[in-house]
C-alpha cells in the first residue's frame, strides 16, 4: 500500500468509529484489519497525519491517542473520496 492510501484507511477509520474532537483512540488500534507487511507504515502515516494537522495527538500516560481534527473537515472529506 502507498502512503496516500494509507492515510486514506486511517482517516476512514477514525470517521468510521466517531474518533472526533473529544473522542480518541490508541494509535496502536489503527493497524487492526491490516496485513501484518503494512502495519509498521500505519504510524509512519499517522504521524505526517498529525504534522498536517488531520490528526489530533493525545498523549497519556500509557501511550498516543489521536481523534481527527474538526477544524480540519474539507481535509478530511478528500480523504474520505
Known amino acids: ?8 484507511f486511517v482517516v476512514k477509520k477514525l470517521f468510521q468509529h466517531g474518533y472526533i474532537g473529544g473522542r480518541h483512540t490508541d494509535i ?7 496485513p501484518g507487511h503494512v502495519k509498521g507504515d500505519v504510524k509512519e502515516a499517522a504521524q505526517e497525519l498529525i504534522k498536517e494537522e488531520i490528526l489530533i495527538p493525545k498523549p497519556t500516560s500509557y501511550g ?3 481523534s481527527l481534527n474538526p477544524r480540519k473537515r474539507q481535509e478530511i472529506d478528500k480523504y474520505l473520496k
Do not use: A, S, Y
Open 1 to 8: 500500500m502507498e502512503k496516500e492510501q494509507l492515510k486514506c
Open 28 to 34: 496502536e488500534n489503527l493497524k487492526k484489519g491490516l
Open 64 to 66: 498516543l491517542h489521536v
